[in-house]
């Protein structure tokens, strides 16, 4: 049994009821629905706790994806009394850290807006992020990078996701921006992160539904990371 992902319609859902399907050879726990997003796109996994019906915690130290049907995995601390298939609990984030990653992920996506180069890797923290460009013979102008970001904030743009064909993603490769990496295929369709009128490509993680709740940005260090790659790195400003 496959795992309803929530969090792809609804990144605002703070916790759900589930039914625990099993607990796989890792000690990973297994359920039929969830709002816990598991690492990937370099968005971590979520973190929070799992409370079974006689109230007692199972602390969830991470979310990863897993193999043929288990596509999420719910990694409890060690040492954690694990639940018993067909019990019922109710999943419930640690919501400030992942509100923090729906703020930094959509503010990476402004700062692909911003910066017209190829994407050579990224990571996604809660204090700070990161882009690698392959900018080639161009050149990164800081203060411009980061007036234009702020400014695609202040513009309060609506943000959104819609599913394509795959074909359509092939007649269409431009959308890619990230060069190492592409998105998944084999489903059919591919998921779209899409913000009015800035960006669209594809990705699969947890976003705001406005640029204006990013807040203040500020690019820090663009560090050289080789003859053709920089590493831009942003912070946001407390809410």
């Known amino acids: 049994m496959i795992t309803e992902e929530l969090f792809r319609t609804d990144s605002y859902l703070k916790e759900c009821d589930a039914r625990v399907v099993g607990i796989n050879d890792r000690g990973g726990i297994i359920l039929d629905r969830t709002v816990f997003y598991p690492t990937g796109g370099g968005q971590p996994g979520d973190t929070g706790v799992l409370v079974r019906e006689n109230r007692d915690e199972i602390r969830i130290a991470t979310t990863i994806k897993g193999d043929g049907d288990e596509n999420v995995i719910h990694v409890a601390v060690e040492g954690s009394a694990m639940p018993a298939p067909g019990e019922t609990v109710t ?71 819609r599913w394509v064909d795959e074909s ?54 663009i560090e050289n990371k080789g003859k053709r790659n920089r590493r831009v790195n942003v912070t946001l400003a407390a809410m």
């Open 168 to 221: 359509e993603l092939d007649a269409n490769p431009d959308l890619v921006r990230t060069m190492s990496v592409q998105p998944p295929r084999g489903s059919g369709s591919v998921r779209l992160l899409e913000i009015s009128d800035v960006d669209l490509q594809p990705c699969g993680g947890t976003h705001l539904a406005r640029t204006g709740e990013v807040g203040r940005v500020e690019v820090g260090k």
């Open 91 to 161: 999943a419930r984030l640690d919501w400030d850290r992942r509100y923090a990653h729906m703020r930094m992920h959509t503010c990476l996506h402004l700062l692909c807006a911003a910066v017209p180069f190829g994407v050579t890797g990224g990571k996604i923290g809660a204090d700070k992020s990161s882009l690698d460009f392959d900018i080639g013979d161009g050149n990164l102008d800081k203060p411009a990078i980061e007036a234009e970001i702020n400014r695609l904030v202040a513009a309060d743009r609506p943000v959104g996701a």
